[in-house]
């Protein structure tokens, strides 16, 4: 059975509501995310190409 990663985290700090889980730390991915993106985005185009074709063929090896 596959559960979510919210259900994951819920369950390791004992939240009987994923929904509280949810509306404590659903912000701090996002946060995450978002500087993700930004750093991403400052990398030269071919390293990009380079992480996407790397990710892609181990992907489906």
């Given at each position: 059975?596959?559960?979510s990663?919210?259900?994951e985290v819920?369950?390791?700090i004992?939240?009987?509501d994923?929904?509280?889980t949810?509306?404590i730390y659903?912000?701090?991915?996002?946060?995450?995310?978002?500087?993700?993106i930004?750093k991403?985005?400052k990398?030269p185009q071919?390293?990009?190409?380079?992480?996407i074709l790397?990710?892609?063929?181990?992907?489906f090896?």
């Amino acid at each position: 059975m596959d559960i979510s990663i919210e259900e994951e985290v819920q369950d390791r700090i004992v939240h009987t509501d994923v929904q509280t889980t949810m509306n404590i730390y659903a912000h701090v991915t996002e946060k995450t995310k978002e500087a993700a993106i930004q750093k991403f985005e400052k990398l030269p185009q071919h390293m990009i190409i380079a992480y996407i074709l790397t990710t892609f063929l181990t992907t489906f090896n």
